[in-house]
Every structure is written in structure tokens, then in C-alpha cells.
T-cell receptor
Framework: QKEVEQNSGPLSVPEGAIASLNCTYSDRGSQSFFWYRQYSGKSPELIMFIYSNGDKEDGRFTAQLNKASQYVSLLIRDSQPSDSATYLC???????????FGTGTRLTIIP | DTAVSQTPKYLVTQMGNDKSIKCEQNLGHDTMYWYKQDSKKFLKIMFSYNNKELIINETVPNRFSPKSPDKAHLNLHINSLELGDSAVYFCASASGGYEQYFGPGTRLTVT
């Protein structure tokens, strides 16, 4: 049974600081890693994906992947109150249509 | 233009009834999914169709029956509704099975 683990939070971060969200996964065969943001009452929205070890940057967001440690993280620089949401980590295998989601981390940015 | 749409947005019904949820995507994607998100916000895949063919069928009661009339539509029919079926049901679509895009969700309440 594949598992994706996230700290449920809530994680509180002051406005303008860096928010760091972490995710670990159990299946070493996992190849693709995704971060979704979900506002309360809304649907998950894809914000980042990463396939290779290392860092991938997109605006204020950086995804970091370490396959040896089975660890993927999301950094949000210059955090804004609009970043307050639940962040879901998801993984799948190469060629596998199925995504396995973590339970999500609730992030609150404090003005 | 809505990329992935679902109807209805809200569904309140009594135990024992049969109901359907409809999903349509205009992204030209080949793969569509149904997810269930429970009260603890855990998002779990139920079914997936690729070009009208069922490719993922998780451990879901057979009261739930998906139907895909064409690759742009995926419907979910639920027979003999139970209290435990109350949840938010999300439809999603993807091209190649990786970056999935979610619909707005259908909040089902069974009384």
C-alpha cells in the first residue's frame, strides 16, 4: 500500500516569511510528484510538479525532490495571506495513471 | 470557459435513493477520474477512464457505477445511498495521466 505522509498542521507563518511544506512517500518506484493547493470549499489546483531530483522554481514557489530520502518539499517565498490554504502532496509511478494523495497540510499566513 | 465542470454542485438526498453526478471536460484530455474527499479532507481516487475504457477501479462498493459515454464525459451513478456516502466528489481530467485538473466538486449530503 503506497503511502504519502504530510504534517496536517496547521502551519502558521508570518507574512513575508518562507513557508516550508514537507511530504514523504513510501514507494521507491514513485516517479512524478505534484503539489496542489486547495482553498476551503474549493477544488484542488495544481501549482507545481517535479520529476527529477533537485529544485524546480516557479515564481515564489520552489519544489524540492530527494528520491534517495523519499522526500519532496514545497517552499513558498514572500508568503502572502492569499497563500493560506491546504497544500496536498501527490505522487504517482511512471506510466501509472493513479495519483496517491497525502492528507494535506493546512497553511495559515499571519498578516 | 470552464475546463472541467460538474453538475450538480450540491446534492441533498435521503438514504436509499439513487443519484447521478455528471462531469464534462473541454481540455481534450484522454483520461478522467472520480475522487472522493471525506470530512477529514482526504482525497481518494475511485475510478479512472481512458478513452472510455475503465483503467482504475479502486475498492469502491458496487453501488457506485461510473459511465463514460465519450472521452469528454464521465458520470457517476450511486445506488441505495448511505449516510457514509456523504462527501465531496471531484471529477478530474489529465492528458497522459500526470497533471490532473479538477472540477469544482459536488457536495453530496445523505440524510
Amino acid at each position: 500500500q503506497k503511502e504519502v505522509e504530510q504534517n496536517s498542521g496547521p502551519l502558521s507563518v508570518p507574512e513575508g516569511a518562507i513557508a516550508s511544506l514537507n511530504c514523504t512517500y513510501s514507494d521507491r518506484g514513485s516517479q512524478s510528484f505534484f503539489w496542489y493547493r486547495q482553498y476551503s470549499g474549493k477544488s484542488p489546483e495544481l501549482i507545481m510538479f517535479i520529476y527529477s531530483n533537485g529544485d524546480k522554481e516557479d515564481g515564489r514557489f520552489t519544489a524540492q525532490l530527494n528520491k534517495a530520502s523519499q522526500y519532496v518539499s514545497l517552499l513558498i517565498r514572500d508568503s502572502q495571506p492569499s497563500d493560506s490554504a491546504t497544500y496536498l502532496c501527490a505522487v504517482n509511478d511512471f506510466g501509472n495513471e493513479k495519483l496517491t494523495f497525502g492528507t494535506g497540510t493546512r497553511l495559515t499566513i499571519i498578516p | 470557459d470552464t475546463a472541467v465542470s460538474q453538475t450538480p454542485k450540491y446534492l441533498v438526498t435521503q438514504m436509499g435513493n439513487d443519484k447521478s453526478i455528471k462531469c464534462e471536460q473541454n481540455l481534450g484530455h484522454d483520461t478522467m477520474y472520480w475522487y472522493k474527499q471525506d470530512s477529514k479532507k482526504f482525497l481518494k481516487i475511485m475510478f479512472s477512464y481512458n478513452n472510455k475504457e475503465l483503467i482504475i477501479n479502486e475498492t469502491v462498493p458496487n453501488r457506485f457505477s461510473p459511465k463514460s459515454p465519450d472521452k469528454a464525459h464521465l458520470n457517476l451513478h450511486i445506488n441505495s445511498l448511505e449516510l457514509g456516502d456523504s462527501a465531496v466528489y471531484f471529477c478530474a481530467s489529465a492528458s497522459g495521466g500526470y497533471e490532473q485538473y479538477f472540477g469544482p466538486g459536488t457536495r453530496l449530503t445523505v440524510t
